[in-house]
Nanobody, 114 residues
């Protein structure tokens, strides 16, 4: 399984961005998926998870401005981020699993200017 994340870039504070993560390979076997982020000098943190059936779970600090979704027909996982803040600046990574094996995308940089 390969994951390709895209959609990042330089965004002004208050703006929105939609990140995409396209899976290729044995995508029919993918179950849970998630988005993480890693800010400079910080550990990678979970943003949200989504099951194959669309059930979602958000980290406590991420509820409200973040929305995870998926389109199984397109083998794509999305992350919508609204009302961006400078502290959202990070590399955003997608993650997907087949059973207990997790796969990671290469990350997409989101930089929020104030």
């Amino acid at each position: 399984v390969q994951l390709q994340a895209s959609g990042g870039g330089l965004v002004q504070a208050g703006g929105s961005v939609r990140l995409s993560c396209v899976a290729s390979g044995s995508v029919s076997r993918l179950t849970a998926a998630a988005w993480y982020r890693q800010a400079p000098g910080k550990e990678r943190e979970l943003i949200a998870q989504i099951s194959r059936g669309g059930n979602t779970n958000y980290a406590d600090s991420m509820e409200g401005r973040f929305a995870i979704s998926r389109d199984n027909a397109k083998s794509t996982i999305y992350l919508q981020i609204n009302n961006l803040k400078p502290e959202d600046t990070a590399v955003y990574y997608c993650n997907a699993a087949i059973g207990t094996v997790a796969y990671w995308g290469q990350g997409t940089q989101v930089t929020v200017s104030s």
